[in-house]
């Protein structure tokens, strides 16, 4: 924009849509002026992204332990450990939990044979009651294997409880709204594990963006790092991108759109320098520039009278 009035305005009603914060930067000096408690600033960005990275480190560690891995206290030490767990443990209790509810799906279907062994499940069941007193004390990954051969036992007896009974995470929802399942249709119940792996998914996909931040060891290259490749939407006036243009280009610093606002109000060389914030080369990423504004109502604003009556240099590109 023009102005870090118009800038802050519109960046505040960006803020508003459904757009990630880590996604955003305010670059300039008028950064203050957001109608917000937290800092857009890329400083202030690379330090969400740090406290985030804390955030999601706890919960694998949380995660871990819904799997009955309390020992892996390395599971979130760092964004690779937990990337390494991710591929090693959540992804097979997950693959593990899609085949055994694919066989209880086929059973339930006409496939199972129902009589044949419930009344062997249920003399096992008396006999394991009996012998419980006689055991000695189970350690807690017995335990924990136990209550998962329980739970396959009673979800073999009535299907549509079967996704609840396997699902591997159940403590790690513990703060969502419950029940987590309905235990009234098997496919139902399945589309609520796939909406609770896919956000086990996110919460890893998220930790691998924060994965460079605990890499890089300054704030400068943190900063440089979150402005050219993490942010989506970046937010500056055209005074600003004159001024840092140079230390943009040599960060290879690449977009594919450029929306310009209060373009009416702006001279043709402040537009033209916006579009020149990437490495000149055989092909450009810049594929949309958009401008809006009303060159009828704000018009650039030209001082010196003979500029502006004999080079119309208050012209815009705009009008």
């Known amino acids: ?16 849509r459904d757009i990630a914060e880590r996604h955003l930067v305010r670059l300039g000096m008028g950064e203050d002026g957001l109608m917000s408690a937290k800092d857009f600033s890329k400083y202030g960005r690379v330090n969400h992204m740090l406290e985030r990275r804390l ?10 332990r819904a799997v009955g891995l309390e020992d892996r206290a390395e599971a979130g030490f760092t964004c690779e450990t937990a990337a390494m767990f991710f591929r090693l443990e959540v992804l097979s209790h997950i693959n593990g939990f899609r ?17 044949e062994g419930e009344e062997k499940m249920e003399e096992d069941d008396e006999e394991e009651e009996e012998d419980d007193d006689k055991k000695p004390k189970l350690s807690l990954a017995e335990q924990q294997e136990k209550e998962r051969m329980q739970m396959e036992k009673d979800a073999r007896k009535d299907p549509n409880k079967a996704v609840s009974f396997l699902f591997p995470f159940h403590s790690f929802f513990d703060d969502a709204p419950q029940p987590l399942f309905s235990q009234q249709s098997l496919s139902a119940d399945f589309e609520v594990a796939e909406g609770c792996f896919t956000h086990i998914r996110k919460l890893f996909e998220e930790l691998e963006e924060c994965r460079a931040f605990e890499i890089l060891r300054t704030y400068q290259d943190r900063s440089n790092y979150f402005v050219t490749k993490q942010a989506r939407i970046i937010a500056m006036t055209c005074t600003h991108a004159a001024l840092k243009r140079r230390e ?8 594919d759109n450029l929306v310009m606002e209060e373009s009416a109000q702006i001279l043709e060389v402040e537009t033209f320098i916006p579009m020149m914030l ?7 990423r810049l594929k949309r520039v958009i401008l809006i504004g009303d060159h009828n109502q704000l018009p650039p604003v030209v001082k010196n009278m003979t500029f502006q009556k004999y080079s119309r240099f208050d012209q815009s590109l705009f009008s």
């Open 1 to 16: 924009t023009h102005s870090n009035q118009a800038l802050n305005d519109l960046f505040e009603k960006i803020m508003e």
């Open 55 to 64: 955030e999601l480190l706890q919960k694998v560690e949380k995660l871990a």
């Open 99 to 115: 085949e055994k509810v694919d066989a209880f799906t086929q059973a339930s279907n006409g496939d199972s044979k129902e009589g």
């Open 248 to 255: 943009l280009v040599d960060l290879n610093f690449e977009f």
């Open 278 to 284: 990437q490495r000149p080369r055989e092909y450009c």
